[in-house]
Nanobody, 125 residues
């Protein structure tokens, strides 16, 4: 049974940093692409960053240069380092996994089959 558990969310002031983690279990983690999505009230879900099983990455324009996605295939953990946070980064953040996403594709929920429960990030001005 695939399980994804996010952690590391919290409240921070603008300009601060947070690191999110996603612990994966129940499947061959190293063979799947992974991604972070976020969802803010009254806004559509947004694909923030993705990483293929080979380690190729892609970012949404809104976070490029500020966020870094990485994966530890030995520990089955996905990370999202978030720096220079802005109030507009406030959202529930979810990790997701699937086999159909590649670096050349938009980070769209269509390509991901399993999702975590989310962790809240709140950035104050």
């Amino acid at each position: 049974q695939v399980q994804l558990v996010e952690s590391g969310g919290g409240s921070v002031q603008a300009g601060g940093s947070l690191r999110l983690s996603c612990a994966a279990s129940g499947y061959t983690y190293s063979a799947y692409s992974m991604a972070w999505f976020r969802e803010a009230p009254m806004k559509a879900r947004e694909g923030v960053a993705g990483v293929t099983f080979l380690g190729s990455t892609r970012y949404a324009d809104s976070v490029k240069g500020r966020f870094t996605i990485s994966r530890d295939n030995a520990q089955n953990i996905l990370y999202l380092q978030m720096d220079s946070l802005k109030p507009e980064d406030t959202a529930m953040y979810y990790c997701a996994t699937g086999t159909r996403w590649s670096q050349g594709r938009m980070i769209n929920s269509y390509y991901f089959d399993y999702w975590g429960q989310g962790t809240q990030v709140t950035v104050s001005a």
